[in-house]
């Protein structure tokens, strides 16, 4: 099934990577940036400094007021955010074609001239900012810290996926105002990011306008490590206990993954949408409506770029049923499904989840915009948003099967346990 939407690549002379997509189906325009920067990038004891920056990004810059960044392009009609994760960090807004150079000059401000406004009042109050995000996130709220806890299990110790992009306070404690303006320098510049633009305009002047806002900025990021050695599966089980005051037992049941952007990657995804990501899937029919031992199963695959991804499932285990029984039973699902593979159906069912997935992506500006940029910073491609529905169209039943029996081999499982005990037993 090709799609078609069109896609306009340039580099600029400082190697800002510029994309256009030219859709005048609604009269705005959205401006997404991928800065190749994120928490695996980050080393010991300086960890926490790529989500520090999502934050320091709206405290100002050379020419533009602390907070000013949402309160004009909002004022515009604008809305606005930034995200980080392992692999990445990414700025975007969607505004009215009329503000769209308006965004271009805001942004080119901050990604060339931030560190003008990264004083040590800044740093102190942004890094109160994080701390109080990590409470009311991950430190007191039920199951908060359940993926931290995956992660530092599924990941061995000084890997790029060990630590959350949250990161440690600790660290971010004792950084220095130079430590965070050095990581500024080493990577945010030009020639680690990717500005895409999408919507109401044409290629020409999404090129002209990128060119006037960015041409100037100097080529200043440091050349990319390389990536780290592949990971293969965990070679025993792992469990991890954390009991405590939450509703109902809960489990993740983790596994690494390959590589993202690959045909077993794709496969191992399928699998897990067969397994427990679909309202047919195997372990949601026997858990959740035969026995009845679980109220939900969750299934995700993450894609990563640093020789290693993450699977998991996310099961609620029902009141009075004992988990180690539902353990065992999701073990049985696995060892059936590594020997006989999706049937027809179950094929036909996964696939059709990722086909109306995609496109339910695509659909908007903002999503399409983000997809692109990602596949543009992580894996040089431009088309995949073309492309994907044909790539994962040519996975078949037996690549499905054969990457479920490598990679989520139940002796490859990390499972972390969140178990509900009565207040006086906790503090106990």
């Known amino acids: 099934m ?16 510029v994309v256009v997509s030219p859709d005048a189906s609604v009269p705005t325009v959205t401006v997404n940036i991928w800065v190749n920067v994120g928490s695996r990038h980050e080393l010991a004891g300086r960890t926490g400094f790529a989500h520090l920056f999502e934050h320091l990004m709206f405290q100002g810059s050379r020419h533009i007021a602390s907070g000013e960044h949402f309160t004009r392009l909002m004022a515009e009609g604008g809305r606005l955010n930034a995200t980080t994760w392992f692999d990445r960090t990414n700025y ?31 740093l102190d109050n942004q890094r109160d900012v994080v701390k109080e995000e990590k409470r009311q996130r991950y430190d007191n709220v039920p199951y908060g810290t359940a993926l931290i806890d995956v992660y530092a299990a599924v990941f061995p110790s000084g890997h790029p ?6 990161g440690s306070m600790e660290d971010l404690d004792a950084a220095s105002l130079e430590d965070v303006h050095a990581f500024f320098r080493r990577y945010y510049g030009p020639n680690n990011s990717v500005l895409t633009l999408v919507g109401d305009l044409t290629a020409d002047e999404g090129f002209a306008a990128a ?47 390959p590589v993202d952007n690959t045909d077993e990657f794709f496969a191992a995804g399928l699998a897990i949408d067969a397994l427990g990501g679909l ?18 199963v969750q299934a995700h695959a993450m894609g990563f770029v640093d020789g290693v991804s993450l699977g998991f499932f996310v099961i609620d285990v029902a009141d009075g049923q004992d988990p180690e029984a ?44 983000d997809l692109i940029s990602q596949h543009v910073l992580l894996h040089g491609d431009g088309q995949f948003v073309n492309t994907f529905l044909d790539r994962i169209a040519e996975v078949g039943v037996e690549d499905v099967r054969a990457a479920a029996a490598r990679w989520l081999r139940p002796d490859g499982r990390v499972v972390v346990r969140h178990l509900a005990v009565a207040d006086e037993e906790e503090v106990a």
Do not use: C
């Open 211 to 257: 060119e006037r806002y960015f041409g100037h900025l100097p080529a200043s990021a440091e050349p990319a490590r390389p990536p780290v050695a592949p990971l293969e599966p965990v070679s025993e089980p792992v469990r991890v206990d954390r009991p405590g005051n939450v509703p109902n037992d809960r489990m993740h049941i983790a596994f690494r993954l």
């Open 161 to 166: 996926y060990h630590h959350p992009t949250i």
């Open 326 to 369: 539902v353990e065992a039973a999701v073990v049985e699902e696995l060892e059936r499904f590594a020997v006989e593979g999706p049937t027809e159906v179950e094929m036909e069912s996964a696939m059709a989840q990722s086909e109306r997935s995609w496109l339910s992506a695509l659909a908007g500006q903002e999503e399409r915009a």
């Open 279 to 296: 309202s047919t899937s195997r372990l949601v029919q026997r858990l959740v409506r035969r026995e009845q031992v679980a109220n939900a």
């Open 92 to 122: 975007f807004e969607t505004v009215p074609k009329g503000a769209y150079e308006l965004a271009l000059w805001m942004e080119a401000d901050r990604h060339g001239h931030l560190l003008d406004a990264v004083t040590q009042e800044n």
């Open 2 to 17: 090709p799609l078609d939407y069109p896609i306009h690549e340039k580099t600029l002379a400082n190697g800002l990577r």
